[in-house]
């Protein structure tokens, strides 16, 4: 199961790669300027998603890269990577990746800085 959940990791990585194109992906947003609420959203992502997920790189640590990740048109799921989507992966976990509990005020801040990748 832990072998198919993370190949899944990486065929998500490749369709997001895919889903760019041969274009390069935008580049993310300097943290010199970032707002308050994509700082703090930044905190949280080292606190709680940063050993699994790299944040401005699409190759998979042990979880997909996250790039581009709302800049994408749809996820390999097919679904469009809205906020909604997101928020309910984070919170309830998907294959591999487990479930993270954040007050609404983190989950908010941290999808401010997902925008910013």
């Known amino acids: ?8 990791c990486i065929v998500f990585a490749g369709c997001a ?3 760019a194109g041969c274009r390069s ?9 970032f707002t308050p609420a994509e700082s703090r959203g930044a905190q949280v992502y080292r ?8 944040p401005n790189d699409t190759r998979p ?6 790039q581009a990740l709302t800049k994408v048109e749809s996820m390999p799921s097919g ?18 990746m487990p479930a ?9 801040d941290l999808l401010a800085y997902l925008h910013t990748l």
């Open 47 to 54: 606190a709680k998603c940063a050993k699994c997920h790299r």
């Open 25 to 33: 992906l935008p580049p993310s947003k300097a943290e010199a300027q």
């Open 100 to 108: 993270t509990q954040l007050t609404d005020d983190q989950m908010s």
């Open 17 to 19: 790669l895919a889903a």
């Open 61 to 66: 640590l042990n979880g997909p890269g996250l």
């Open 79 to 96: 679904a469009p990577p809205t906020d909604e989507r997101l928020s309910n992966v984070i919170i309830h976990g998907r294959n591999m």
């Open 1 to 8: 199961m832990r072998t198919s959940s993370f190949a899944l």
